[in-house]
């Protein structure tokens, strides 16, 4: 066996604890000579601190280290200084495949002038099923075909910038109602049914050259009755490799998540994920996790566990992928971010969409704006939107009496609307939740009946709240000036809702 492949390192991506490359993580990436980190948002505090961080990643790992980042857009976005994306959703509603695009390249500019080289993004998934918990607006739409026209532009745009980009997650998240992170998915559908609605963007994403795809901890019997697609070589090898011909890199998602760590254990699944055929394991957790599962892929490969010659070949796939993306901080002058502030700011505009003909109250009127004291992003978002920014938002149009309450306690909230002359106020209702409310949630809305409801995020809530909607698709500033603007007669509510309800 050629030794040269033998080191389990060059075969993983890991996280770092802070916003610095601490000794301890420096040693670990030398001693393993690992090639791949991804940031999340506890390691970004600024754009200058990015940076150096970057280059310091790439001075331990070489030319060829791939930096990534999961900049999607809408809630999935970690850095806090850059121009805030919108999500996919808020795209599909826009329905324009140029700004789409654009958006695209506008993301990878931003990332590229950090030296990150490689961006989870876009997502593939058919967001079908109404109670999915983690992707909802992280999805393009409903429609396989408008999923993958937006997300193949988006990732045009991005690569066009320098940026790799990586389809996620095959074969399809879109029809889960459990939360990978928490547990394991199954998405119980017939082949001919995998093959016309999840598949479909991913068979064209290999169509479309995609450099990069990433797996799900999902089972899907009819591909797999036995493993989940991520340690799946019926999936990834029989299907992705030899069916499709697909011979760019194979990532795995994050091998803690619940789905796939308290059921296999992360150095058992890393090993079974890189036979099966992935090229790269996210190897997220603590250093303790790290080094259990590098002990195990090189016991793996030394005892020819896993395959010499796939071995080589995942060598060269992400050589490749680093030959073609490389880690270089890229100038990013301030006009362009400008422009590319005003683009984001624009694209959130242009995907406001009505539901049920919403009228709102006149400028200048006194409503009651019932809105959660925080929503949080979810599993896969590391922000959320606080209630008062909302009711600032509102400031600006009404006179506005805030009803801000706790999630943990929404019918408190119901003692302060009964105080309330609802013959001189009217009442708008904002939901910010990724998933369907629980009871008492359920039982404030039925008691406050609002006149307007403002959906700041799941377009789904519409289903929830008896009243006519304005939809964002996210809760970032610009949608929320977006919809000031709506509210203030400046601007219309023209995107078409991407899903089916």
């Known amino acids: 066996m050629d030794t040269s492949y033998s080191e389990a390192g060059p075969f993983m991506m890991i996280e770092l604890p802070g916003p610095v490359l601490d000794d301890a993580s420096r040693s670990l990436i030398r001693r393993h ?41 809408g809630g999935v976005v970690r850095t806090s200084d850059l121009p805030f994306p919108p999500s996919a959703m808020c795209l599909g509603a826009a329905g324009d495949l140029e700004l789409s695009e654009d958006v695209g390249g506008a993301t990878g500019r931003a990332l590229a002038s950090l030296g990150i080289n490689w961006d989870f993004a876009p997502v593939l998934d058919v967001n079908s099923n109404p109670e999915n918990p983690v992707i909802a607006d992280r999805s393009f739409g409903s429609d396989p075909d408008d999923v993958a026209e937006h997300a193949l532009a988006w990732a045009r745009g991005c ?42 963007p991913f068979r064209r994403a290999v169509q479309d050259r995609t450099p990069c795809l990433m797996t799900a901890h999902i089972l899907y019997p009819a591909l797999d009755h036995v493993h989940p697609a991520t ?5 990834l090898t029989d299907l992705l ?29 890393a090993v079974q994920s890189l036979a099966a055929g992935a090229d790269m394991v996210m190897a997220l957790g603590s250093a303790d996790d790290v080094e259990r599962t590098a002990s195990a892929l090189s016991r793996a490969i030394h005892e020819g566990t896993i395959d010499a010659d796939e071995l080589a070949q995942k060598h060269r796939r992400l050589d490749e992928l680093a030959r073609e993306y490389p880690s270089r901080a890229a100038d990013y002058p301030e006009d ?44 896969a978002s590391d922000q959320g939107v606080i209630g008062e920014e909302v009711v600032r938002a509102l400031y600006r149009v009404y006179d506005v009496r805030p009803i801000i309450f706790d999630h943990a306690h929404p019918m408190q909230a119901a003692q302060v609307i009964d105080t309330i002359d609802r013959q001189d106020t009217s009442i708008i209702f904002v939901s910010t939740g990724r998933r369907r409310p629980d009871t008492e949630l359920k039982q404030l809305i039925e008691h406050i009946k609002p006149s307007l409801h403002i959906a700041l995020w799941n377009p789904y809530t519409v289903q929830d709240v008896p009243a006519p ?30 899903i089916e309800l």
């Open 241 to 269: 490799r030899s069916g499709w011909g697909y011979d760019g890199v194979i990532i795995t998602d994050s091998m803690a998540m619940h789905a796939i760590s308290r059921r296999y254990g992360v150095e058992e699944a």
């Open 33 to 73: 000579r690992i090639r791949g980190v991804v940031l999340f948002q506890r390691n970004i505090v600024s754009s200058e601190q990015t940076r150096e961080l970057v280059s310091d990643l790439r001075s331990v790992i070489g030319r060829g280290a791939l930096i990534a980042i999961d900049q999607e857009g």
């Open 159 to 200: 690569r066009a910038a320098g940026v790799a980009t990586c389809v996620k997650h095959f074969p399809g998240h879109g029809d889960t109602h459990v939360d990978s992170h928490l547990g394991l998915p199954v998405v119980d559908r017939s082949r001919r049914e995998l093959e016309a609605l999840e598949l479909r």
């Open 469 to 498: 909607a304005i939809i964002t698709y996210g809760f970032r500033p610009a949608a929320l000036a977006a919809v000031v603007d709506w509210l203030a007669g400046k601007r219309q509510a023209d995107g078409r809702m991407p």
């Open 231 to 235: 340690l799946s070589r019926r999936i």
């Open 336 to 379: 362009a971010r400008l422009q590319d502030e005003r683009l984001m700011a624009g694209a959130w505009a242009i995907g406001l969409t009505a539901h049920g003909d919403p009228g709102p109250p006149p400028p200048g009127a006194r409503v009651a704006a019932v809105v959660a004291d925080h929503a949080g992003g979810g599993a």
